[in-house]
Structures are given as C-alpha cells and as structure tokens.
C-alpha cells in the first residue's frame, strides 16, 4: 500500500511536466481516458518517449512492461522505486512477465504493455505478441486499446534518439469490460486488440502530409535499409545529414520533411516500401545460400545476460549466419532452429535467446543487426520474433 501511495503521488506530479515536454517536442494533444480500473491498456509502439504520451492520457499511475536493460541501467533502481517497472527480457521468455501482470491487474493495478514487442521500423504496426488475447481475458481486467498517430516521423526507430516535430495525436479507440471479453473467444479478443492498433503511418501521410522538422532527418538510416536497390552492394549504405548514400554506386536520396526519399533514379519512394523489397532479397538469399554464410559482420561484442541483473562480456569480434548456425564472436554455435527468442533494442542492439540462456550483441560502429532478426524468422516462422 505504501508503494502504490508513492506510485500516485508521483504520477501525478509528473503528469502536468508531461504534457508540457509533450507537447513542446511533438506537438501532442490526447483523448483523456476516465475509465476506472483495474485496467490493461494496449497502445501500438513507434517512439523512445511512449510512455510520456501514456502519462498524459492517463490520470491514474500505470505499471509499465518494459525492457529488462531498463532495470540494468544506472537508473534503474530509482526508476522501479517510482514506477514498479515490470521487466521483461528481450528475445526471452515472456512466461514470468504475464505471472507480473496478472498478479498486478488482480490487486487492482493498471498495467501498460505494448503488445508489439517492440517498436516499428517502417511505419507500420508490427505483428501483435501472441496469446496476447488469452492473457487479457485471463486477467479479469477491463481492456483499453490507444492509438499514437504521428510518432513514427516525430521519432523513427532508426534515427538514434532524434526527435522531429510535427503533430502526434493520441485516441483512446476501444474499451471492453471483463465480461464481454470472457463472453469471445481468445483469438476473437487477439483479433480486435489487431483491428485497434493497426497503424500506416505512410497511408496516412499520402492523405494528408503534415512535416516533420529536424536536423540530420535522415542520419542512421543504415541500420534498417542496408541494401542498395541500385546496385545491391550490402553494408555499403551511409547516412549524412538529410541524405542517404551508397557508397558503391553513389546513389544519393534526400530524406524529406515529410518522411519521403527524393532524388535522382528513386526506385522506392518509401522506408517501408524499400524495407519490403529488402525481405524479399534476404528471403532468396537464402533460399540459394548452401554453406555461404549468409551475414557476417565484425567489431561486435558478445554479453551474457542475467535478466533484469547483469551483463557479462564474452568476447568481441566477428558474428557470421549460416542458414543452419548463428557462429558467435567467441567461436561458439547456435542452432538456427535453437532460438526461442530474437529481438532488437533501439536501432541495434541485438538480443537473442535458447532455452537456457539470453545473449546481447553490441557494436560501437553503425551497422545493421535487424538483417539477423529478419533471416531467423525467415528460416524458422515459429520463433518469437521482437519479444
């Protein structure tokens, strides 16, 4: 009781500061939601500061599902004195996550998850966690489904931290009771939480066009698009200020205001549309590759991580896939078909996991690990892909 009078006390000091940095980075106004819990409520994922755009919609203190690092971080320790973060390990299992938020939602809390698992790369909402739907009508709790507009060109995953202001909205699209939720099936609750959440960010542009200002619009892009549509020279894409290069062919597009490329010989008009031809030729890469290695890059650092804990340095160097083995920067192999979780944190920090153990990749140099991720599920649909 202490600490849910602590979690209250501070959700509402934080909340007008919220709506004030909100609205001066973004542009942000929202539906208020006065629903009375306990609640689930289940936004769509494209920016860094989400959960700011929640605390303005909400007056009543959520406890978030977030990242583990969070709580790896420096200040992680304050930050679940004041909030209860409840952690979940990327690329790892999410059975300890879901005990968290039953338990939270049956002692009367609100809890936030952003069923994605994780933030767009293109615009688009990303494919919702499975059995997310059998989790909410298990809990007992009211669910609330809120959709962001705008955040994908105000915050691009891709973009390193840069924020772009143009105009967020938040709208709060579905509220369920308990009761009707036990009354449809699991799959039939999965299905309209899909329906709610569903997001284009670039339909939505093409109807109406709003810009987005900021420096260096299109810096990082080379962590997502790493194929030329040019000349397909991997890895040799390079971003500077507005622009994005290959330096093979010296293809050069300008990354516009609007969230569009420009430029001379544009094949792809688009991030999403560039990004779909770009799984379509990692999807025959490997269909021909044999005993090539498919991806391999070099500079990276492999960690062990004890979740919600620690992380331990295991060696740095090269990583290579091969269509049945992932070889790791310390020599060691994994299985393709060994995984049972592959995500990426922010633009490139990659975490993958077996059944007994959770890895993190790293790199001090701009490169592109979301090609791993892509590949993987490619080869094995079963993997959780983005928890």
């Given at each position: 009781?202490?600490a849910r009078?602590?979690h209250?006390?501070?959700?509402k000091?934080?909340?007008?500061?919220?709506?004030?940095?909100?609205?001066?980075?973004f542009?942000?106004?929202t539906?208020?939601?006065r629903?009375?819990g306990?609640?689930i409520v289940?936004?769509n994922?494209?920016?860094?500061?989400d959960?700011?755009?929640?605390?303005?919609?909400?007056?009543e203190p959520l406890?978030?599902?977030?990242s583990?690092?969070?709580?790896?971080s420096k200040?992680?320790?304050?930050?679940?004195w004041?909030?209860?973060?409840?952690?979940?390990?990327k690329?790892g299992?999410?059975?300890?996550?879901?005990r968290?938020?039953?338990?939270h939602t049956h002692?009367?809390?609100?809890?936030c998850?952003?069923p994605?698992?994780?933030r767009s790369?293109d615009?688009?909402t990303r494919?919702?966690t499975p059995a997310?739907?059998k989790?909410?009508?298990l809990s007992?709790?009211?669910?609330?489904?809120?959709r962001?507009?705008g955040?994908y060109?105000s915050?691009?995953?891709w973009?390193g931290?840069s924020i772009?202001?143009g105009?967020v909205?938040?709208?709060?699209?579905?509220v369920?009771e308990?009761?009707?939720?036990?009354s449809?099936s699991a799959?039939?609750?999965?299905?309209?939480i899909?329906?709610?959440?569903?997001?284009n960010a670039?339909?939505?542009?093409r109807?109406?066009?709003?810009?987005?200002?900021?420096?260096?619009?299109a810096?990082h892009?080379?962590?997502?698009l790493?194929i030329?549509p040019?000349c397909?020279a991997?890895?040799?894409m390079?971003?500077?200020?507005?622009?994005?290069?290959?330096?093979e062919c010296?293809?050069?597009?300008?990354?516009t205001?609007?969230g569009?490329?420009?430029?001379?010989g544009?094949?792809?008009?688009t991030?999403l549309?560039w990004?779909?031809?770009q799984?379509e030729?990692i999807?025959k890469k490997?269909e021909n590759?044999v005993d090539?290695?498919v991806?391999s890059d070099d500079?990276?650092?492999?960690y062990?991580v004890?979740t919600?804990?620690?992380?331990?340095l295991l060696a740095e160097?090269?990583?290579?896939l091969?269509?049945?083995?992932?070889?790791l920067?310390?020599g060691?192999?994994?299985g393709?078909?060994?995984f049972?979780?592959?995500?990426?944190?922010g633009p490139q920090?990659?975490?993958?996991?077996?059944?007994s153990?959770?890895?993190l990749?790293?790199?001090?140099?701009?490169?592109?690990t979301?090609?791993y991720?892509t590949?993987?599920k490619?080869?094995d649909s079963?993997?959780i892909?983005g928890?």
């Amino acid at each position: 009781m202490q600490a849910r009078k602590r979690h209250a006390l501070l959700w509402k000091g934080i909340r007008p500061l919220a709506s004030a940095a909100a609205w001066l980075l973004f542009n942000f106004d929202t539906d208020i939601c006065r629903e009375k819990g306990p609640m689930i409520v289940l936004p769509n994922h494209n920016a860094d500061l989400d959960p700011l755009f929640l605390a303005c919609a909400f007056p009543e203190p959520l406890y978030f599902v977030a990242s583990e690092h969070i709580l790896r971080s420096k200040a992680g320790a304050f930050l679940h004195w004041a909030t209860e973060i409840i952690p979940r390990q990327k690329g790892g299992s999410a059975s300890s996550t879901v005990r968290s938020i039953l338990r939270h939602t049956h002692d009367g809390h609100d809890v936030c998850l952003f069923p994605e698992g994780n933030r767009s790369w293109d615009g688009v909402t990303r494919p919702i966690t499975p059995a997310t739907g059998k989790m909410v009508r298990l809990s007992g709790a009211k669910l609330v489904t809120y959709r962001l507009e705008g955040t994908y060109f105000s915050n691009p995953r891709w973009a390193g931290g840069s924020i772009r202001r143009g105009k967020v909205h938040g709208s709060i699209v579905g509220v369920y009771e308990p009761e009707y939720l036990r009354s449809i099936s699991a799959k039939a609750v999965q299905e309209l939480i899909e329906r709610d959440l569903f997001e284009n960010a670039y339909d939505r542009q093409r109807k109406k066009a709003v810009k987005f200002k900021g420096r260096h619009l299109a810096e990082h892009l080379e962590t997502f698009l790493f194929i030329c549509p040019h000349c397909r020279a991997e890895g040799r894409m390079r971003s500077e200020g507005d622009y994005l290069h290959c330096d093979e062919c010296g293809t050069a597009l300008r990354y516009t205001a609007e969230g569009f490329f420009a430029g001379e010989g544009m094949i792809f008009d688009t991030v999403l549309d560039w990004g779909i031809w770009q799984k379509e030729i990692i999807a025959k890469k490997l269909e021909n590759s044999v005993d090539e290695p498919v991806f391999s890059d070099d500079c990276l650092k492999l960690y062990a991580v004890n979740t919600a804990e620690s992380e331990k340095l295991l060696a740095e160097g090269k990583m290579t896939l091969y269509r049945d083995r992932l070889v790791l920067p310390d020599g060691s192999e994994i299985g393709t078909h060994d995984f049972s979780g592959m995500a990426v944190m922010g633009p490139q920090d990659l975490y993958f996991s077996t059944k007994s153990h959770n890895y993190l990749i790293t790199s001090d140099k701009i490169c592109c690990t979301s090609k791993y991720l892509t590949a993987c599920k490619i080869i094995d649909s079963s993997l959780i892909f983005g928890i």
